[in-house]
């Protein structure tokens, strides 16, 4: 007999009550500039390329169903002046084809070193133990930023025996600590012109106002102008050293960012439902209910005649019953605070996949005041 039934645990309000404690709590204090905004250009950018791990203990990739490893390393031997035979079959299980990533952050030069992600994308079972060839790290662009090489350290384990295996975390993706080292810059033009934007992480219109009073309020002169809800100009010393102090200054200026947009955001994956505080709720019913669907196997057997030829034969037989639960009207009341809107919804006794839809429903009929993300 399988049963499919629509019932989860009550959505419990005392994880929603601790976000609305420290959304609030969050949203009545200054925070630094450094900490809701960024200078245009101080970015980092990443780098990209592909390698190969080799020592592994029968754990790498299978050539015969990954081809481009063994083609890479006929590639990679032939440049250091070993030449293989013409349709030689190169059995390894000890070399794996790996993705190798890495951030080159800003302002980082020659010599520097860099952590790198080395990521499996053949059949290799395991990197661990591995170390990676002398790999070239590329950007967008297509230029050469770093040279990656070194030992991986893997954080996973597994083994296998008589059929059975187990595993520990990640197996196929590991990390180099320090295992790059930069060859080439990022030109940045910090403030060459004598000005550098502000960009808030979070575009808000009072946020930008606020900003610009408080850099203005700080300098005691107006260097700082709101382009938009994002964007805001400042006037930067021309001097080197006097540009650093000054932008030091600028990113622990404190700022109290301004009201933020309502907001739900619904993740469908693993049914989680987050509010902010200016989230409010107009008057509205809802009516909600629980499907059961009962599918009951009951199979015949048909037995022939004796000595009539006939076979045993089994006929499939099932009872399909559908039952569903009284979906009430309840009456949510019009809520002003986030606190009351938690409320008003444990109330309904609805589970996570419950209050997704009743919650689209309240913002299809106008009676939910946010904006709806699903992610």
Not at 35 to 59: C, E, H, K, M, W
Not at 118 to 129: E, T, Y
């Amino acid at each position: 007999m399988t049963v499919f039934r629509c019932r989860l645990p009550r959505i419990a309000p005392g994880l929603i009550a601790i976000a609305t404690t420290l959304a609030i709590a969050g949203a009545a204090q200054a925070a630094r500039l450094a900490d809701i905004a960024s200078f245009q250009g101080v970015r980092s950018n990443p780098l990209v390329g592909y390698g190969l791990v080799v020592g592994l203990g029968n754990t790498g990739d299978q050539t015969t169903q990954t081809p481009f490893t063994g083609q890479a390393l006929k590639n990679m031997l032939t440049q250091l002046g070993v030449t293989m035979p013409t349709g030689t079959n190169m059995q390894l299980k000890n070399v794996a084809a790996v993705m190798v990533t890495a951030s080159l952050p800003p302002f980082a030069g020659p010599g520097q070193t860099l952590d790198v992600t080395v990521s499996s994308i053949g059949n290799a079972k395991s990197l661990r133990g591995g170390t990676l060839l002398m790999t070239p790290l590329k950007g967008a662009d297509g230029q050469i930023y770093a040279l990656a090489q070194g030992n991986v350290l893997a954080p996973g384990i597994s083994a296998g025996a008589a059929g059975s295996s187990v595993q520990v975390n990640q197996t196929a993706a590991a990390r180099i600590p320090n295992g790059a080292v930069i060859e080439r810059t990022v030109a940045s033009d910090l403030a060459d012109n004598g000005e550098i934007e502000l960009e808030l992480k979070e575009a808000n219109f009072d946020t930008a106002l606020r900003t610009m009073n408080a850099v203005n309020q700080t300098f005691g002169r107006n260097i700082a102008s709101a382009r938009n809800s994002r964007v805001i100009t400042l006037q930067t010393p021309v001097d080197d050293s006097a540009k650093v102090a000054f932008l030091a200054r600028v990113q622990n200026i404190d700022v109290t960012p301004g009201q933020a947009r309502p907001r739900v955001v619904i993740n469908s994956r693993t049914g989680s439902v987050v509010m902010n505080t200016t989230v409010t709720l107009d008057q509205a019913a809802v009516a909600h209910g629980n499907l059961s669907v009962v599918i009951d196997s009951n199979p015949i057997v048909s037995q022939p005649n004796a000595f009539s030829g006939g076979q045993t034969a089994v006929v499939p037989n099932a009872d399909v019953t559908v039952q569903e639960g009284s979906g009430a009207l309840n009456m949510v009341r019009a809520s002003a605070t986030l606190r009351d809107v938690v409320n008003a919804l444990n109330q309904l006794g609805a589970t996570p996949t419950d209050l997704m839809a009743i919650l689209e429903a309240l913002k299809s009929a106008g009676a939910l005041n946010a904006d709806l993300e699903i992610i």
